[in-house]
């Protein structure tokens, strides 16, 4: 079912980008996708490490994108469990080639050299010329729709392997994602018509 291959990302370090806020402040749709499918990536052990890239977009009187996106991670959608070691935050970046630049000086100074890259399918291409132009190799790209729709599907197949316990745990985190954007019908249609091959 999956259109991204997760079978050698356990070595990986993924990079999910932000996606802009609003003008009140606030992660856009994309940005909380992007969150979710990283922080549910990582917390099933599928990479080693997570960045999440993403400046003061809107001016120094708002947090970076990078922080919304971990808080409500961790807050909203509990897919980020707080003081973990492995997940680095980049405050400074604005746009892909910053954040190119910046998860570079992470990488090297980590020692990371195996990347996975995270952000919404239409975006994915370029950003990864970019990296690539920047001395970044990305090895795997995660469509954090696609990943949501395997989050889907995982929690309400019947065949799924894991325990009913977790099952009934990533219905909930999914299901309170959902809820976060408060936008109810819009969201699935909108998110129904995204995910369709």
Same mark, same amino acid.
């Given at each position: ?11 990986? =370090? ?8 609003? *003008? ?5 749709? %994309? ?15 599928? @990479? ?5 890239? $993403?400046?003061? =977009? ?7 994108? @990078? ?8 807050? =909203?959608?509990?897919? &980020? !469990? ?15 080639? #910053? ?10 100074? #980590?020692? &990371?050299?195996?990347? $996975?890259?995270? /952000? ?5 291409? *370029? @950003?990864? !010329? +970019?990296? !690539? *132009? ?5 090895? /795997?790209?995660?469509?954090?729709? %696609?990943?949501?729709?395997? +989050? &889907?599907?995982? =929690?309400?197949?019947?065949?799924? /392997?894991? /325990? ?7 219905? %909930?985190?999914?299901? *309170? $994602? ?8 819009? &969201? ?10």
């Amino acid at each position: 079912m999956r259109h991204y291959d997760v079978v050698d990302s356990k070595d990986k =370090t993924l990079i999910v980008l932000g996606k802009g806020l609003t *003008r009140l402040g606030e992660l856009t749709i %994309e940005s909380k996708m992007n969150a979710i499918a990283g922080g549910w990536l990582f917390s099933r052990g599928l @990479a080693k490490s997570l960045i999440i890239t $993403g400046g003061r =977009t809107l001016g120094p009187d708002f947090d970076s994108e @990078a922080q919304k996106m971990y808080d409500w991670g961790c807050q =909203t959608v509990d897919v &980020f !469990e707080r003081g973990v070691p492995g997940v680095y935050l980049d405050h400074g970046a604005i746009d892909t080639y #910053e954040n190119a630049d910046r998860t570079k000086e992470i990488a090297e100074r #980590e020692s &990371f050299d195996k990347f $996975g890259l995270i /952000s919404i399918g239409s975006h994915l291409p *370029r @950003a990864k !010329e +970019i990296f !690539e *132009r920047k001395g970044i190799k990305i090895e /795997s790209c995660f469509p954090s729709e %696609e990943v949501l729709r395997d +989050i &889907f599907y995982e =929690t309400h197949s019947t065949n799924y /392997s894991q /325990s009913s316990h977790n099952s009934e745990k990533l219905k %909930e985190l999914i299901l *309170r $994602g959902i809820d976060s954007f408060d936008l109810g019908e819009n &969201f699935l249609n909108w998110i129904a018509h995204r995910t369709r091959g």
